[in-house]
Nanobody, 120 residues
Framework: QVQLVESGGGLVQPGGSLRLSCAAS????????MRWYRQAPGKERELVAR???????YYADSVRVRFTISRDNAKNAVHLQMNSLKPEDTAVYFC??????????????WGQGIQVTVSS
């Protein structure tokens, strides 16, 4: 199994910054794509950003330019630097990773979610 532990959430004023981190642990062969999703109250979970094992990044239109996703392959970690935060960024943020297991099968794992609140 693979465990994902998120950190870095909290309360920030509009225009402020936060950096989310997610570290993977467990037994696996490799980590492939790493993603951040978010879910606001009453809304569906949406993809915020994705980064491949080679470092190619994708962003949702709503966060492009303001957010930066990065990964540390040596530490099996992914980060999300969030700048110029807006109240509409308020949500629970979830880390998601695609993992190749020792058995060679591929599975997706989710973190427990971390709250980000943007409010004055």
């Amino acid at each position: 199994q693979v465990q994902l532990v998120e950190s870095g959430g909290g309360l920030v004023q509009p225009g402020g910054s936060l950096r989310l981190s997610c570290a993977a642990s467990g037994t696996f062969f490799s980590i492939n794509a790493m993603r951040w999703y978010r879910q606001a109250p009453g809304k569906e979970r949406e993809l915020v950003a994705r980064i491949t094992s080679g470092g190619w990044a994708y962003y949702a239109d709503s966060v492009r330019v303001r957010f930066t996703i990065s990964r540390d392959n040596a530490k099996n970690a992914v980060h999300l630097q969030m700048n110029s935060l807006k109240p509409e960024d308020t949500a629970v943020y979830f880390c998601n990773t695609e993992v190749t297991l020792i058995s060679s099968s591929t599975r997706n794992f989710w973190g427990q979610g971390i709250q980000v609140t943007v409010s004055s």
